[in-house]
């Protein structure tokens, strides 16, 4: 699978940089000076069953972004509500964060706007904060 499966998924590099002082130390190392990330495809989507979970947030691609390209985390959205039909709830979101997680990386959320609910923006705070409540170690 190489960086072929996950070459869609560059869309978008970044760069954290950490403070001297503050960035972790490995034996005999400086201390990391800047994580990179990979920008990936929100959290479940319309096509995640078919497309989606299997290109960019399968074992393969995510241990080949940690491994070939060296970033410490992944970038990518969450829409609260998309999937309010779902008999499980949160299941793409689990499957995704597992992936995530038992890759070994890091993952960088990014959440809509208050004006992007359709109900309101209590229903959207809500959302989000059961959200990192679940994720948040």
């Known amino acids: 699978m190489r960086l072929k499966s996950c070459a869609l998924a560059l869309v978008f590099v970044t760069v954290l940089f950490t403070p001297r002082a503050a ?13 990179l990330g990979i920008e990936l495809p929100a959290i479940g989507g319309w096509k ?18 940690r491994d070939n390209l060296h970033a ?5 959205g969450w829409i609260p509500n998309q999937f309010a039909f779902e008999k499980i709830r949160w299941y793409r979101e ?13 993952a960088m959320i990014i959440v809509p706007g208050p004006a992007s609910d359709s ?8 959302n989000v904060h ?5 994720y948040m170690q």
């Open 72 to 76: 410490t985390y992944v970038r990518t």
């Open 48 to 65: 995640w069953f078919t497309i989606t979970k299997g290109r960019y947030f399968s074992p393969a691609v995510l241990a080949d972004i």
């Open 23 to 35: 960035a972790p130390q490995t034996a005999g190392r400086e201390p990391a000076l800047a994580e």
């Open 94 to 106: 689990d499957q995704a964060m597992d992936a995530i997680c038992n890759a070994g990386l890091k």
């Open 130 to 134: 059961e959200f990192f409540a679940r």
């Open 119 to 126: 109900k309101g923006e209590q229903n959207l705070v809500d």
